[in-house]
């Protein structure tokens, strides 16, 4: 099983970016999936997450800019992210709780990382 995240990139203050991450693998339910960041000296800091019945949850900083959504079929969230400001510049990651076929239980799975980067 693997989370193939995509879409960080340069923009600038006031730009929108929009993050994919996307699970695949011999998978037998996928529950709560989310994103998360980190940027430099800081610890990694929850960003939103969504159940698999879309009942979201943002940080206080992505409420009203970010919004998160997943599509159950496609075993992917996304991060749609608005009014980026310079202190949103982090390298961004998706998680997910996924029981993978041959798996006893629930795991806790990460993306790779992408980084987002806000400046003029």
């Known amino acids: 099983v693997q989370l193939q995240a995509s879409g960080g990139g340069l923009v600038q203050p006031g730009g929108s970016l929009r993050l994919s991450c996307a699970a695949s693998?011999?998978?037998?339910?996928?529950?709560?999936m989310g994103w998360y960041r980190q940027a430099p000296g800081n610890e990694r800091e929850l960003v939103a997450t969504?159940?698999?019945?879309?009942?979201?949850n943002y940080a206080d900083f992505a409420k009203g800019r970010f919004t998160i959504s997943r599509d159950i079929f496609k075993s992917t969230v996304t991060l749609q992210m608005n009014s980026l400001k310079p202190e949103d510049t982090a390298v961004y990651s998706c998680?997910?709780?996924?029981?993978?076929?041959?798996?006893?239980?629930?795991?806790?799975?990460w993306g790779q990382g992408t980084q987002v980067t806000v400046s003029s």
């Open positions: 693998g011999v998978i037998f339910n996928i529950g709560d």
């Open positions: 998680n997910a709780a996924i029981w993978a076929v041959g798996s006893v239980g629930v795991d806790d799975y």
């Open positions: 969504i159940t698999r019945g879309g009942s979201a």
